[in-house]
Nanobody, 122 residues
Framework: QVQLVESGGGLVQAGGSLRLSCAASGRAFSSFAVGWFRQAPGKEREFVATINWSSSFTYYAVSVKGRFTISRNNARNTVYLQMNSLKPEDTAVYYC???????????????WGQGTQVTVSS
C-alpha cells in the first residue's frame, strides 16, 4: 500500500510559479511511476505529467510542456511538479498518483492522493 499527500498549492497571479510536492509513505515507492493530473470545476480529470521510477523518462501534456517540470527524489519519497508561467486556465485541483508505469491514462495508476488546489488569478 502507498499513501500519497500533495502539498504546495495556493493562489498565485498569472505568470507566477508554484511547486507542488507529492510525499509518499508505504512500500517501495521508489519502484513506482508517478503522474500528476488535474481537474477543473465542471471538467474531466486530465493528465499533466508523468515520471518513471528512475527519472529516465518524463512526459508532459502539450498544454504544460515547457512550463511545468516533474522530478523526484526517491531518497525523500517525494515527487515534485514545478509550475512556471502559470495561466488562469491552469486553475484546478492537482492530484498525484502512483502506478507501475509512466502512462497518460489515469486508470493505469493504483494509488491517488487527495489533491491540492491551485488557483491562478488573471
Amino acid at each position: 500500500q502507498v499513501q500519497l499527500v500533495e502539498s504546495g498549492g495556493g493562489l498565485v497571479q498569472a505568470g507566477g510559479s508554484l511547486r507542488l510536492s507529492c510525499a509518499a509513505s508505504g512500500r517501495a515507492f521508489s519502484s513506482f511511476a508517478v503522474g500528476w493530473f488535474r481537474q477543473a470545476p465542471g471538467k474531466e480529470r486530465e493528465f499533466v505529467a508523468t515520471i518513471n521510477w528512475s527519472s529516465s523518462f518524463t512526459y508532459y501534456a502539450v498544454s504544460v510542456k515547457g512550463r511545468f517540470t516533474i522530478s523526484r527524489n526517491n531518497a525523500r519519497n517525494t515527487v515534485y511538479l514545478q509550475m512556471n508561467s502559470l495561466k488562469p486556465e491552469d486553475t484546478a485541483v492537482y492530484y498525484c498518483a502512483a502506478g507501475r508505469a509512466a502512462v497518460v491514462d489515469g486508470t493505469g495508476y493504483e494509488y491517488w492522493g487527495q489533491g491540492t488546489q491551485v488557483t491562478v488569478s488573471s
